[in-house]
């Protein structure tokens, strides 16, 4: 069983940083792409940021110049470096990672999530 587990989350003043970690755990599986998305309450989950196993990285316009994805491939992790936050960043952040296990096509995993709140 391939489990996505996400730390880092939390309350912040407008203006701070948080850094934000996913570790995908099990076993015999090989990761493609992972990446960060986030739902405000009340909103649609969006794309935050995603990195491919080759190192390309995709960003929402609006957030590339604040927020860096960054890959360890080594340790299966994922992790977001989120700079100059402002309340309206505040989401539950979700990682996910397409998980190729054998011969099967990739399926997408999800992590619980991770609440990050920015005060005004």
């Known amino acids: 069983q391939v489990q996505l587990v996400e730390s880092g989350g939390g309350l912040v003043q407008a203006g701070g940083s948080l850094r934000l970690s996913c570790v995908a755990s099990g076993s015999g599986f090989t990761i493609d792409d992972m990446g960060w998305y986030r739902q405000p309450a009340g909103k649609q989950r969006e794309l935050v940021a995603a990195?491919?196993?080759?190192?390309?990285?995709n960003y929402a316009d609006s957030l590339k110049d604040r927020f860096t994805i960054s890959r360890d491939n080594a340790k299966n992790t994922v992790n977001l470096q989120m700079n100059s936050l402002k309340p309206e960043d505040t989401a539950v952040y979700y990682c996910?990672?397409?998980?190729?296990?054998?011969?099967?096509?990739?399926?997408?995993?999800w992590g619980q999530g991770t609440q990050v709140t920015v005060s005004s």
């Open positions: 990195t491919s196993k080759y190192g390309l990285t």
């Open positions: 996910n990672a397409d998980i190729k296990r054998g011969w099967s096509p990739p399926k997408a995993y």
